[in-house]
């Protein structure tokens, strides 16, 4: 997937700022979904579809077929920690997502999920 996003954003001359917006998005989609949608198993698929609506726009569907998940709770909404000690990993994905996403959009299909994820810029 990175050739392919590095490519892209070559191709469409992207600016730094969204190129790495997208870089850390998607790898952080895409790692939700390996580890915590399909439990790190293999035999799953996942599709990436890009479309450039606009010369400053770029929109990613992503889609799986894993069980349906909620974008409302996550841990990494709570309040943030303390000191860098009191750090723990995870939990932070989806704040990150709507961090560094224009748009993010969470639609369950009948046979998975489809996160949409836009970039501006």
Known sequence: ???WLDELILDSAVNEKTAFSMRL????AL???IL??????PGSFITINC????SSSRIFII??????YSLQYHA?????PLTLE????GGFGINLLRKYTSHLVYEPLPTGNRLTLTFTG
């Open 1 to 3: 997937m990175r050739q």
């Open 25 to 28: 998005s998607l790898e952080e």
């Open 31 to 33: 790692s939700n979904i």
């Open 36 to 41: 915590h949608g399909y439990n790190n198993q």
């Open 51 to 54: 479309q450039q609506p606009s």
């Open 63 to 68: 889609e799986d077929t894993a069980p349906h």
């Open 76 to 80: 990494g909404d709570s309040a943030a």
């Open 86 to 89: 009191s750090l723990t990993p």
